[in-house]
C-alpha cells in the first residue's frame, strides 16, 4: 500500500523500523526512525527523525535488515549492507512515556491496527550493545561518508532549508563523494567532513575543473569584512560584492597565501590559459599569479605587470615569470625600486623612471655592470632599433647597444668626439703653390649645449695643408642624444685676405649614430672612424669638395694602460699579418698631398704620383705590417689614434685598413727626411745612443718604436719598446722590453697563480756598441702553463742598423717625399726609386760610391749625400735612394739584369725628373748617367751593352726657373750598343732635346702641359734625326698650346749648331 508497514516501533526507546513503497517495482524503502532531543540551536529539529534506504527491499525476498544507533547515527543494513546512514550530531533520544502496558510492537503501529505489516517475520533481536558483527559495517560507513552529505543537508533544513533541493544523485571524485543542490553543494571527504558550498561559488567547484583542481573542502565558509572563503584542499574560493566569486589554486595559491595584502581578491572565474597550460594565468584585483610547470608560480604586479601584458606577456620575448617583484638596493642597502625577473628578461621600475624590460645581451652586460645600482641607472626605454640592425636600451646614465654578430652588448655612458686632422690637397695658392696654410674653427654641439663654439685651431697664424686639432671632447650619451659637429676650415693669406674652404657639417642621433660607428661587428658600437671625409659644404677658393679631408672619431673613452701588462692590454691580439696588395684607395689617405692618383692634371704637377704607387706603395705591407702595427699601438697610447686603448680588444679585421695606411707612411717624407738625415749624420744608429734616445721617449710618450735594418739585403723589422731597465752583467748597459708584432700575447706569458708577466720579447744592448733582440716561444705543458722558453736571435749581424723613431715622426700624415723635392724649402734633394728585373750594381755620385755589388754582396757607405733605404716588413725591392741635399753635377746607375725582363726607374732631381721602363736581357748592363743633376735641367744619357732596344721615357719639368708651364714629354727612347742615348732640356728656352741611340727612326712625341691647372696635350708624330749622333730639338711656337705649331730642329749634337728647321704642328 501507500502507507508504510511498521516491521516494529518501540515507546519507552523510541524507534521504529517501517517498509514503504519503492519507486522501482517491486522494490520496497527501508525507513528507520528515531525520536532525539537536539541542540538549542536545532531545537526545531526535536521529535521524530527519519533515515531511508530507497529500493533495498525485494518484494517476495527474504531478508536481514537491521538498524544501529551508535550515539552519533543512525545506520540502516539490508543482509549486512549497509544502506543508508544520518548523522545527528549533539542529539539524545528521548522517553515518549508509555502509551499502554506495552512498550514494544512488531508487525504494527502502537494502536495495534494501523500500518500492519504484510508478510513474514522470522524473528526479531534487539541489543543494546553494538554487535561484533556490525562494528566493520559500521565502521566502512562512516568511512566512505554514507549519509554525511544528506545529513549536512538536513542540518541546513533540507529541501525547505537554504540549499534546497537535491538535483542529481552524490558524485564520486578521487575518495570523496559531493552532492548538488539548487542553491549550494554538499562535499564530503573523511579527513575533511561534510562542508558546504554555498551559492556562488558552488559553480566553480561543480565544474570538471574546479573540483579536480581544488579538491574538496577543509573547513566551512569563512566571512569576514564583507569576503567569504572557502578552503580547499588545493586552493580556495573567495567572494566578495566587488569581485565575485574568484578561484585559486595549485601552486599559484601557495604563492597567493604570502601575498594576499598585495594581490587582493582573485577577480570573478578560474585561472585561464593555453590548452597546453590552462591554469597559466590566475587574475587579482591588483596583479596576477603566472604558473608553468618549468618555470613554477611567481607574482607580476603593479606598473611591471601592466608593461609585462602590453608585450603578450607569457607569450611573448620575456616568457614566464620566474621571481617574484623583488626589491631593488644601492650599495648601502637602501631601495631604490624594484624588479621582475622573466626567463627572457628582467623588467625593473622605479618612482623616476617607470617600468622598463631589458632582456638579451643588453640585460647580460646591464647585470655585469651592477644593474640599477650601478653607473647605468635604472633603464628608461626597453630595447629600441636603430640602423643596420643594432638594437639598444637606454638608461639614466647611458645606452647599452647590441648588433647581430658581437660577442657581447657594449654599455656607453660617454663618447669623445676626437677632431684628428684636417688634411689639404691641391688647391691654388698661388703661382707654382699648391698647398695651403690652413686654420679651422671647431663647433660641437650636444643634449641641447654648445661644447664648444668655434674654436680656433691653432690658436693663432696657419698650420700648412695638415692641420693636427687632435682633440676631444667629452659628450654624455642618452638615448635623446644628438650630436652636432662642424669644422670650418680658411686658407690664411695676410696680403690678399683669408679664403674660406668650406666646412664639413655632421650630425648624429639615437637612429643614425649607432650602426656607422663602424663596418666590423667587433668594434661596432665603441669606436667609429671618418678618415678623408670631404666637405659637405664647398667654400669658392677650393676647386672640389674632396680639396679639404678630415679626419675624426666618435669613440668610447679609452682606458689607462699598466705597463706591466701592456702587451694583452696596449698591444694587437693577433699576430704580424701581410697584405699582398695595398689598393689605390688607401694612396691618398696615407699622403696628405696625394688627391686622386688618376687625376691627368696631377699627372703633370706631380708626375711621381703614379709611379710611386706602383714601384713602392702597392707592395708596402706584402711582407707583414709591422711599421703599421708598432705605430697605431703607439698612437692608440698617446690617445691619438682611432682606437682608444685597450686596443687588444680590436681584431685584425677592424684596424686591418688602418694599419695598412700607417705600414706604408713609412714611405712618406717624414719618415724619408728622418732616416736620410740620420743615416747620413750617422746619429741614432749606434745601438747605445738608440738606447739613451729610447729611454727618453719611453719616459716622455710612453713608448718609442725600434726599427732595426739590415743594410745588406734591404730587409727591416719594427717593434715597439714600453719598458726599459738599466745594468745586467759587466758589459750590457740595458734591455729595452718590445711588443712585437710577431709576437703577440699569450696566456703563458702570466703566471696564472702569482699573475707575474713575463716580457718575452725584449733587445739588450751592450757598451761596445752591439745589440742583440731576442723572442722568446714558448711551448704549453697539458695545464696550460708556458713551459721550456726557447731564445733564438732575431737580430745579431754586423750590417743591421738600429734606430729608435721617436712619436713626432709618426704623428701626423706625411706627404710624398716628391713634394719635398720640390717643395721651395728643401729637405729632401734628390729621390730615386729602381724596381724590376735588374740589380743597381753600382750607385756613385761624382766618384763617390754608395753601392757596390748585389744580392748578399751588396755593399753601402754610410756617409754619403745619397742614404739607401731600408723598409720594415720589406725585402730589397724596391731599392728607394734619398738625399738630404742636392747633389753633385753626376749621378750613375749601373743597373745588371737578373733575368729577362723589365727594370723600371724613377728618379726626381729638385724640380725636374725623369721615369724609365726599359727592357734588359739576363747578365746584361745598362749604365744611366745624370749629368748637371744639380741643375734646374740635368742630362739623363743611357749607355747599353746589349742589343738595340726601345724603353718607354718620361721627362718631366715641374718647376720651371722661367715660369714656363710643367710640361711632361712622353716617348720611345731607341738605344744601341756603343751608342749614347741621350735627353735633356735647353736651359735656354725649355725646349726638349733628344738624341737617340743606333740608327736613325722616327720618334713620336707626346706633350702635356699643365696651364694654369688646365690639362693641355698634343703628339708630334715622325721627328727623325737623318743620321747617328745628330740631336733634335723641339721648341712650341706656343707654350699653352701643344697641338700648335713646333719648331723642330735638326742639330749636329746636343750642343751643336742648327743643320735644318722646320715646322711642324702637334695632334
Known sequence: GADPDKLMESQSTPFSLSLAPGS?????????????????????RTGWNAVVAENVVQVGDWATVAMIWDGDSLLLLVDGRAVARRVFRNAEIIDLGKVNATHFWVGTWVDGRRNRYSGKIAGIRVWNTIPDKYIEALGRAEESGLGAIDSRHEDFGGDAGSLGKALAAEQFYNGGRWRRYEKGTIAWKQDNGARVIAAPMHTIFNSDRGYRSLGYPIADEAVKGGVRAMYFEMGAIYWSQATGAGAVWGPAYLRYLTLTNVL??????????????????????????????????????????????????????????????????????????????????????????GANEVHGEILKTYQRLGGPAGSLGFPITGERGAQNGVRYSAFENGVIVWRGGWESAKAVCEYEVYVEQVLGGKIDDGPWDS???????????????????????????????????????????????????????????????????????????????WGTLSNSP????????????????????????????????????????????????????FSNFSTPCLGKSLYPETFRDVDVITDTVEAILNPFDELYYELAFKEAAKSGNCF????????????HGSFPEHIYRFPQAAVERHINVKQASQYGADMLHWMVRNLFNGNLIQPVDVFN?????????????????????????????????????????????????????????????????????????FKNNSFRATSITTKKNPNGFASNPVDFTLVELPSTLMMAIPYRVVSGVPRTPFWEVVATLLAIGVFAVLLGDADAEQVSVGNDELISGSGNNRRYKRNHPLQAMSFMDSDDSPLILAGQNRIADLLEIDMKGSKQGRY?????????????????????????????????????????????????????????????????FSLDLQQAKGDIARVGIDPRGGALMLSPGGAPAPVNIAVAINDGGQLRTGTL??????????????????WANPRGDFAVERLSSLSGGVLERKIMRGS
Not at 698650420?463 to 682633440?471: F, H, N, P
Not at 726607374?905 to 747578365?923: F, H, S, T
Not at 745598362?926 to 744619357?941: G, K, Q
Not at 727623325?1024 to 733634335?1032: D, F, R
Request: hydrophobic letters at 35%; proline letters at 5%.
Open 628 to 639: 703599421g702595427m708598432s705605430t697605431v699601438g703607439f698612437r692608440a697610447l698617446r690617445g
Open 693 to 765: 734616445e729610447a729611454r727618453r721617449e719611453i719616459d716622455r710618450c710612453g713608448a718609442c718604436i725600434i726599427s732595426m735594418m739590415n743594410m745588406a739585403n734591404g730587409t727591416g723589422h719594427a717593434v715597439l719598446a714600453y719598458k726599459y731597465d738599466l745594468g745586467g752583467d759587466n758589459n750590457r748597459l740595458g734591455c729595452l722590453y718590445v711588443a712585437d708584432p710577431n709576437r703577440p700575447w699569450a696566456a703563458g706569458d702570466q703566471d696564472p697563480v702569482t699573475k707575474k708577466v713575463r716580457h718575452p720579447s725584449f733587445i739588450e744592448v
Open 904 to 968: 723600371r726607374q724613377a728618379v726626381l732631381l729638385g724640380p725636374a725628373g725623369y721615369k724609365l721602363d726599359n727592357p734588359i736581357a739576363a747578365n746584361a748592363r745598362d749604365t744611366l748617367r745624370v749629368e748637371d743633376a744639380d741643375s734646374a735641367f740635368p742630362l739623363l744619357s743611357l749607355e747599353v751593352d746589349g742589343v738595340t732596344k726601345s724603353g718607354a721615357l718620361e721627362y718631366f719639368v715641374a718647376r720651371d726657373p722661367s715660369n714656363r708651364p710643367a710640361r711632361r
Open 522 to 573: 667587433a668594434i661596432d658600437g665603441e669606436v667609429g672612424v671618418w678618415n678623408q671625409q670631404p666637405m659637405t659644404t664647398k667654400g669658392a677658393s677650393s676647386p672640389k669638395f674632396g680639396s679639404i679631408r678630415f679626419n675624426y672619431t666618435i669613440r668610447t673613452e679609452a682606458e689607462k694602460v699598466d705597463h706591466e701588462l701592456f702587451r694583452n692590454q696596449a698591444w694587437w691580439s
Open 24 to 44: 522501482a517495482a517491486n522494490k520496497l524503502n527501508l525507513v528507520a526512525s528515531l525520536h532525539l532531543r537536539h541542540t538549542p540551536q536545532n531545537q526545531d
Open 435 to 513: 698647398s695651403g696654410e690652413f686654420f679651422a674653427r671647431v663647433t660641437l654641439e650636444a643634449n641641447g649645449q654648445c661644447l664648444v663654439n668655434r674654436e680656433r685651431h691653432p690658436r693663432s697664424g696657419s698650420s700648412g695643408a695638415c692641420l693636427k686639432i687632435e682633440k676631444g671632447w667629452k659628450v654624455p650619451i642618452r638615448h635623446d642624444t644628438q650630436i652636432y659637429l662642424k669644422v670650418d676650415v680658411w686658407d690664411e693669406d695676410g696680403l690678399s685676405g683669408d679664403e674660406y674652404h668650406g666646412r664639413i657639417e655632421v650630425r648624429y642621433d639615437i637612429n643614425t649614430l
Open 264 to 353: 587582493g581578491l582573485p577577480q570573478a572565474g578560474m585561472p585561464f590559459g593555453t590548452q597546453a597550460n590552462p591554469d597559466l594565468t590566475t587574475k587579482f584585483q591588483r596583479g596576477r599569479i603566472y604558473y608553468a610547470r618549468h618555470t613554477g608560480a611567481f607574482e607580476v604586479h603593479g606598473s611591471i605587470l601592466d608593461l609585462y601584458t602590453s608585450l603578450q606577456g607569457p607569450s611573448g620575448f620575456l616568457g614566464m615569470p620566474i621571481s617574484d617583484e623583488t626589491e631593488v638596493h644601492d650599495a648601502t642597502g637602501r631601495q631604490i625600486g624594484v624588479a621582475s625577473v622573466f626567463e627572457g628578461g628582467t623588467i625593473y621600475h622605479s618612482s623616476r623612471t
Open 1021 to 1038: 708624330r715622325g721627328v727623325t734625326p737623318t743620321s747617328g749622333g745628330e740631336a733634335v730639338r723641339i721648341v712650341p711656337a706656343d
